[in-house]
């Protein structure tokens, strides 16, 4: 089943988590952007922009999970690529969004 469709200025979609109230937050890589999307209706919710545009993934964390960690990539970026793009490949810390995430499950292996 389609859940969503990226707009064009959303780009690919790379690594996904879920919030507590059931929302999915998705990377936007080579758009520079996370995305929520509520997936009972299909429709964005929430956009939060970053400083770099390969952004590869999503996760909260901290003491309440309040705090979502978000990861950008700089491999194959040549080096006047990387001059323009001082933070790909750094973690960003998003706090404010005024929803929580989830433990994550453990397995055994």
């Not at 770099?52 to 996760?59: A, K, L, Q, V, Y």
């Not at 323009?84 to 969004?97: C, M, N, R, S, V």
Request: aromatic share 8%; hydrophobic share 35%.
């Amino acid at each position: 089943k389609l859940l969503y469709h990226l707009e064009k200025e959303e780009q690919m979609p790379d690594g996904m988590c879920i919030d507590a109230e059931g929302k999915l937050w998705v990377a936007c890589i080579d758009a520079g952007r996370v995305i929520r999307i509520d997936p009972e209706t299909g429709k964005r919710i929430q956009t939060v922009r970053l400083p770099t545009p390969r952004i590869t993934s999503c996760c909260f964390g901290g003491k309440d999970y309040s705090e979502m960690y978000v990861t950008s990539a700089y491999d194959g970026l040549d080096e006047s690529t990387l001059a323009k793009e001082p933070h790909a490949g750094e973690i960003f810390k998003i706090t404010g969004l005024g929803v929580k995430g989830i433990p994550q499950n453990f397995y055994a292996a």
